[in-house]
């Protein structure tokens, strides 16, 4: 059986991370700084991408795109987003002869890692911001990658061949 995980680790044994850099962030808050903040249903998601630059083919630059609502928990009053927030970073990897890894893998490594990498910066503008416009800050959770069975057949690699052993050296007469 061959997981993302599997395929994205072919990608993640090679690479080196850089950096980081958020590309655009963005919120709308509906928060009404004299009333009770309510009690709120969060939800989030993510997607992310990769791209092989042609300027400089032993990197690997993957963004991921996250955002965030709120809305007030069903069963109270209203339904609509209180807020909303919405980020991209760029991170850039340094992965030697990028273009030589399987497609599939770049994918799977993008989909997973680039989040896992990014997640810590996330977790943080959401903190800052969700408490700057008035709300108790929310706390994002750890990051959980999601884990799938792929209908694929990788082969096996090729074991590396096997030394002799050597000899005991015998030791020279003195």
Do not use: C
């Not at 059986?1 to 072919?10: E, S």
């Not at 009690?39 to 993510?46: I, N, P």
């Not at 909303?84 to 970073?89: G, I, K, Q, S, V």
């Amino acid at each position: 059986m061959v997981t993302n995980l599997d395929r994205a680790g072919v990608v993640a044994r090679n690479v080196q991370l850089e950096s980081v850099a958020m590309r655009s962030a963005s919120v709308h808050s509906a928060v009404d700084p004299l009333a009770q903040p309510p009690v709120l249903r969060v939800e989030q998601g993510y997607r992310a991408g990769y791209e092989l630059p042609e300027l400089h083919p032993d990197h690997l630059v993957v963004r991921v795109e996250f955002q965030l609502s709120a809305a007030p928990q069903e069963g109270t009053d209203g339904d609509a987003d209180v807020v909303t927030l919405h980020a991209e970073f760029l991170l850039v990897y340094a992965l030697p002869d990028a273009g030589a890894q399987p497609a599939d893998a770049l994918e799977h490594f993008a989909e997973l890692n680039g989040p896992y990498n990014a997640w810590p910066y996330w977790r943080e503008l959401v903190q800052t911001v969700t408490g700057r416009v008035g709300l108790s800050a929310i706390v994002v959770p750890v990051f959980r990658p999601p884990v799938r069975k792929l209908d694929v057949e990788v082969p096996e690699p090729t074991p590396a061949p096997r030394s002799r052993p050597r000899a005991p050296r015998k030791k020279a007469a003195s």
